[in-house]
């Protein structure tokens, strides 16, 4: 798990559970992410989220 407070929009993330792969696509107040498999997720951005930076 990481800290998200420096996640940027545009970033690529892991969900370290399932190993799905997502995009930031909003990180104002808290992290949206918007998996490939079409799913959505939030996460508060005081909180620890399972998921991980992933490099291309």
Known sequence: MISI???QVGQRVARDDVGDIGTI???DGEIKVK???GRT???RRKSRAKIQLVEE
Do not use: K
Request: proline letters at 0%; charged letters at 25%; hydrophobic letters at 35%.
């Open 5 to 7: 407070t420096d996640l």
């Open 25 to 27: 696509v909003e990180a």
């Open 35 to 37: 998996w490939d498999s």
């Open 41 to 43: 997720s939030y996460h």
